[in-house]
């Protein structure tokens, strides 16, 4: 016998069969403790349900012997695959449906509301017979080699959203400490689906609402405008033959409509296209919203943007709708003349202030239908940050977003009260 397996043998004999089994048991329940960590984890850091159940399968793997593994999900009277490990490409088995009537396992997870296991699925028990033939139409490669079966139900409260089906190649493979396993990855998974879709059914009203906004934004603006355009070149029209010594001015009206317009026009169009941050950056956009609020409200801006931050797309995505948010504000209630804009980084954060001389407000203040303020705090807040609002009745008000430049730490240093300021 070599000599090192002799050492371990006399350790063994040493400590005693127990104690020997015991640090097995630990080092088992160490593995399955870091997976279900891991697990937990990405479930807390992401909202992509497509890569959180990559890493369940994944981990899952790590903590019971599998030959594939697949994540279903019930579509209408169908289950279809949304996740799966195993010896097929993924490509080839992701997006399969197969009608509920044809997939007997899941019709029994999803009677018991349990996990269920098949020791083995050539067996001459019905629920086997059935599963086997089941498997032979939609994936014939991997029931040749299938033995065993486990099937766990995906529930949220009361829904069924699905199953997690495991198989492997060896009768009775699964045991009743794997049911309970994989039943607690079940439940991660589940509630991993159920995040992404409230994620997405919160995205569709973010975009809902957004549409809603920038139609209230073309009825208030754009088309304002171009009717006054109307207006005017039909006057220009009547004074070109009754009193052309006024024409000029109609004229200066008209065109100073068209520039407003023209400037609305392109503000509207950037927030439209989804690439336009990405493209043209967080400073062309800041600078087109306020050409158009200098063509809207005839407002004094002074800009200090400098060079395009170091961000993100969502950071800069966040602090477009927080410099949007504050001049709507200020186009709206703030009666100002001056506005001051500063786009600040300096390698570890980025800085966005707006000031105004306008007549301020108390930012403790209630303001029912008003959820502005909120969004922008929520907005910055959303990504790690901060935001400040300073402001007193009469004397103007300062907003103050910050955020961390990529990979600049995980604290953000609180905004100091050094607000940009104007003289009004």
């Known amino acids: 016998m070599p000599a090192n397996r002799l050492k371990r043998w006399a350790r063994w004999r040493r400590a005693g069969p127990t104690s020997y089994v015991k640090r097995i048991m630990k080092s088992v329940c160490g593995r399955e403790?870091?997976?279900?960590?891991?697990?937990?984890?990405?479930?807390?850091?992401?909202?992509?349900?497509?890569?959180?159940?990559?890493?369940?399968?994944?981990?899952?793997?790590?903590?019971?012997?599998?030959?594939?593994?697949?994540?279903?999900?019930t579509v209408d009277q169908s289950i279809e695959v949304v996740a799966y490990r195993g010896e097929l490409p993924p490509e080839r088995v992701i997006g399969m449906r197969m009608a509920i009537e044809n997939a007997p396992g899941f019709q029994?997870?999803?009677?018991?509301?349990?996990?269920?296991?098949?020791?083995?699925?050539?067996?001459d028990g019905l629920l086997a017979q059935k599963i086997s033939a089941a498997a032979a139409a939609s994936y014939p490669r991997i029931v040749e080699k299938t033995r065993s079966?486990?099937?766990?139900?995906?529930?949220?409260?009361?829904?069924?959203?699905?199953?997690?089906?495991?198989d492997h190649h060896e009768p009775g493979r699964f045991t009743a400490s794997d049911a309970q396993l994989v039943s607690v990855i079940a439940n991660h998974a589940a509630i991993?689906?159920?995040?992404?879709?409230?994620y997405e059914d919160a995205r569709k009203l973010a975009t809902l609402e957004e549409r809603q906004r920038m139609a209230r934004e073309l009825h208030d603006s754009v088309s304002q405008a171009l009717y006054g355009i109307a207006l005017g070149t039909h006057a220009a029209r009547e004074q070109l033959e009754r009193a052309p010594e006024k024409l000029r001015d109609t004229l200066d009206y008209t065109l100073a409509l068209s520039a407003t317009a023209v400037s609305e026009m392109r503000a509207l169009v950037f927030e439209l296209r989804p690439d336009s941050l990405e493209q043209e950056g967080l400073v062309a956009g800041i600078t087109r919203q306020i050409d158009a609020m200098r063509s809207r409200t005839g407002v004094e801006a002074h800009l200090e943007l400098?060079?395009?931050?170091?961000?993100?797309?969502?950071?800069?995505?966040?602090?477009?709708?927080?410099?949007?948010?504050?001049l709507q504000n200020i186009a709206k209630h703030a009666q100002a003349t001056t506005v001051c804009i500063r786009l600040r980084h300096d390698g570890q954060q980025v800085l966005l202030e707006i000031a105004d001389n306008g007549r301020g407000f108390d930012p403790k203040g209630h303001f029912p239908g008003h959820l502005g303020l909120k969004t922008m705090h929520e907005r910055a807040t959303r990504l790690g940050g901060d935001l400040k609002i300073v402001s007193e009745v009469g004397k103007g008000t300062q907003v103050q977003a910050r955020l961390l430049v990529d990979g600049a730490g995980s604290e953000v240093v609180p905004a100091q009260n050094q607000p940009a300021t104007v003289n009004g």
């Open 192 to 198: 991993a689906m159920e995040n992404a879709r409230l």
């Open 149 to 166: 079966w486990m099937g766990a139900p995906l529930i949220i409260g009361d829904r069924l959203l699905g199953m997690l089906r495991l």
């Open 33 to 73: 403790l870091a997976s279900l960590l891991e697990i937990s984890h990405t479930l807390s850091s992401t909202l992509s349900s497509r890569s959180l159940l990559e890493v369940i399968l994944n981990q899952l793997k790590i903590m019971i012997d599998y030959d594939s593994a697949i994540l279903f999900v």
């Open 306 to 326: 400098g060079d395009e931050p170091p961000v993100s797309l969502d950071a800069k995505e966040v602090l477009y709708r927080i410099s949007q948010e504050a």
């Open 108 to 123: 029994e997870v999803a009677a018991l509301h349990q996990v269920v296991i098949v020791d083995d699925v050539r067996s």
